[in-house]
Nanobody, 124 residues
């Protein structure tokens, strides 16, 4: 079984930056596409970004394009989400997810493994 552990969340002012990390264990990380999702209070969990197993393909939700960057280091079994120019509307619990496929996906039902989430709060 694959275990995912997120870290790097916190409180930041609008315009600031954070880098989230997701460390994977228990499986072949380099053969799995991964993604980041987020869930704000009272809202459904939404797609943020995804990266293919080899890292060559990346997709983002329109609201974060140009501000967030997803990357991965397969040697370290870790995926990252660099977030810049943060806005209050980015406030949410951010979840890392992985799927038993090498290609990207943007819907949460396509993912097989989930982390516990890390809180990101952006103050205005």
């Amino acid at each position: 079984q694959v275990q995912l552990v997120e870290s790097g969340g916190g409180l930041v002012q609008a315009g600031g930056s954070l880098r989230l990390s997701c460390a994977a264990s228990g499986g072949t990380f380099s053969s799995r596409a991964t993604g980041w999702f987020r869930q704000a209070p009272g809202k459904e969990r939404e797609f943020v970004a995804t990266i293919s197993a080899a890292g060559g393909t990346r997709y983002y939700v329109d609201s974060v394009k140009g501000r967030f960057t997803i990357s991965r280091d397969n040697a370290k079994n870790t995926v990252y989400l660099q977030m810049t120019s943060l806005k209050p509307e980015d406030t949410a619990v951010y979840y890392c997810a992985a799927r038993d496929a090498i290609v990207v996906a943007t819907t949460r039902t396509m993912y097989d493994y989930w982390g516990q989430g890390t809180q990101v709060t952006v103050s205005s």
